[in-house]
């Protein structure tokens, strides 16, 4: 059986990881070389992308916002990128998310310490 590499090396990426081998619910595995996460494609540099198409990859589907789009794969190499945001908020709607994050920390603190002075634990569920 062949071994496969789940850490690649695309120079500009720092995280770029094939999701082969991973247990599937009907007791199989997923498919090396089918899907691969990468941290930031844009940061890819010529040799980045180059390593991507050698390693098969036909179609980027990239999940940036459309304010993030400047880059992208350089034309002359034969792959496609699909956006598909995951993840589009404007300023107003990430500032209602920090403060909602900040709230949940905060209280998450409290809970900690009433914990630790003899409290009751709170359900957080």
Request: charged share 35%.
């Amino acid at each position: 059986m062949p071994r496969h590499r789940r850490d690649l090396a695309w120079e500009g990426c720092l995280n770029v990881r094939d999701l082969g081998g991973h247990a599937t619910q009907d007791g199989g595995e997923t498919a090396y070389g089918r899907v691969v996460r990468a941290d930031s494609v844009r940061q890819l540099t010529h040799a980045g992308w180059r390593a991507a198409a050698e390693y098969g990859i036909r179609t980027v589907v990239d999940l940036r916002g459309d304010h993030e789009l400047r880059d992208d794969a350089p034309g002359e190499l034969p792959l496609d990128v699909v956006n598909v945001p995951f993840l589009e908020a404007d300023e107003d709607e990430w500032n209602a998310i920090e403060k909602e994050i900040e709230a949940a920390v905060a209280a998450a603190r409290d809970d900690a310490a009433e914990t630790r002075d003899g409290g009751d634990r709170r359900d957080c569920g």
